[in-house]
């Protein structure tokens, strides 16, 4: 197989969707060895900030001098980028090796999907590696999601919010028993949650599971000092004076999250010093996340894809830059919230450009547009995210600010034409 031969044999597993369940992934593991088992891991869910806190406590224990592992979704680029050792991409040609393997270990009766297979290639290029311990972010959900083979060290439940409600429910409670799937025996449980009716089931749980539980606001908290700096105060520990690489103060949390998490590792003998930590929060990188690309007029993406991560992009867009006018771009899966999603933006731009990402779940220019007429905005339809990022700075005055939003897939294609 070539590269590009891999790429096109699983981008086509995509044909099977979305389908939550153990059995297909456990069954193919299996063929493997079972790379899994025994692989020290740390597993993330949440409606948003998976992604970030993963990153905080991925940087942090490479500055700590570890082996890490990072296994997240969706990529906004290469394929590569969901599989990393210390923030290096997996290579091309192990992407080849792997594909190849997986390949001839599936049972084609299985109809196993996308998500399955790559993440079974996650698990055996850790195991391959040799990695002192992995960080695995949940697709969707907790419970059914591939990710959940994996017995961890600990899980973090980062929030809860109406997210895939076809799929996960249609209330926080059904929601929220999802993400708490991924809870283990005797193991330990951080959660950034706050509705009191979420965090009674998560205790239930975790009182059930003989699981240690530690809340966000109670257990773990910070203190905002100047512009991206912050007090922590956790578990055992607290420090002063920390920088985070990333905009805005939910990130802050974020952060907080993951320094509970390595709080944890310590206690399993996991050597951190504090100099990793302070190292590790200032020099993380995550693109895509309120990412600048451009200065004039300023370019900033941000994979904002619900109501709650739009209200923290509007609020930063807000207190972080200068600008003249908002112009948004804005690409939109079609099974979100998008009449939630734009009320918290939307009022706040001058003109807003609609797009549709090229995934089969993308919304409608169409669709999106009766969304939006009752607020009093300009906008355009253009479908395709390169045509109408090139529109926006035409149109842009150099003082203006162009955010690039909606979902990752709208993102990934706009950073494709700043980097590629």
Not at 67 to 75: A, F, I, M, N
Not at 287 to 315: F, Q, T, W, Y
Request: proline share 3%.
């Amino acid at each position: 197989m070539t590269y590009q031969s891999s790429i096109t044999y699983l981008y086509g597993l995509q044909k099977f969707g979305i389908k939550f369940g153990l059995r297909k992934v456990s069954k193919l593991l299996a063929r493997l060895g079972n790379p899994q088992e025994g692989l020290p891991c740390i597993h993330i869910a949440g409606t948003n900030g998976k992604g970030s806190t993963a990153a905080f406590i991925s940087s942090i224990l490479s500055k700590a001098g570890y082996r890490v592992g990072l296994y997240t979704s969706p990529h906004l680029i290469s394929f590569t980028e969901r599989i990393k050792i210390n923030n290096r991409e997996i290579s091309k040609s192990d992407v080849i090796r792997l594909t190849s393997l997986l390949k001839n270990k599936s049972n084609d009766k299985d109809n196993i999907t996308y998500f399955e297979i790559v993440t079974a290639m996650a698990l055996l290029y850790f195991k391959e590696k040799k990695v002192d311990l992995s960080i695995l972010e949940v697709g969707m959900g907790g419970r059914l999601d591939a990710t959940n083979i994996v017995t961890p060290l600990l899980s973090v439940i980062t929030n809860i919010s109406k997210e895939h409600e076809f799929y996960l429910g249609n209330s926080l409670l059904k929601i929220a028993n999802e993400k708490a799937g991924i809870i283990k025996k005797n193991s330990v449980l951080i959660t950034g949650a706050t509705q009191p009716k979420v965090l009674s089931l998560f205790k239930k749980r975790c009182r059930t599971k003989k699981t240690r539980y530690y809340q966000f606001g109670k257990d773990i908290s910070y203190k905002l000092a100047n512009h991206n700096y912050f007090h922590y105060y956790g578990l055992r520990n607290s420090l002063e004076g920390l920088n985070v690489g990333l905009l805005g103060e939910h990130q802050i949390k974020n952060a907080a999250i993951a320094l509970a998490s390595v709080e944890i590792l310590r206690g399993k003998r996991y050597h951190i010093e504090d100099n990793a930590i302070y190292q590790g929060l200032s020099n993380v990188h995550w693109p895509g996340r309120l990412e600048v690309l451009k200065k004039s007029p300023i370019v900033v993406i941000d994979g904002a894809h619900n109501p709650a991560a739009m209200k923290n992009l509007k609020k930063v867009l807000f207190t972080e830059f200068n600008f003249r006018k908002l112009i948004l771009v804005i690409g939109i899966m079609e099974d979100k919230d998008i009449r939630a999603m734009f009320k918290q933006i939307v009022p706040f731009a001058h003109k807003v450009i609609l797009c549709e990402p090229n995934m089969d779940r993308a919304a409608s220019t169409k669709i999106i547009a009766k969304r939006l007429q009752e607020w009093n905005v300009k906008y355009h339809q253009i479908k395709d995210v390169k045509e109408a990022v090139i529109y926006s700075l035409s149109m842009a005055h150099p003082k203006d600010l162009i955010c690039i939003t909606g979902s990752l897939f709208t993102v990934g294609e706009a950073r494709r034409i700043f980097f590629t």
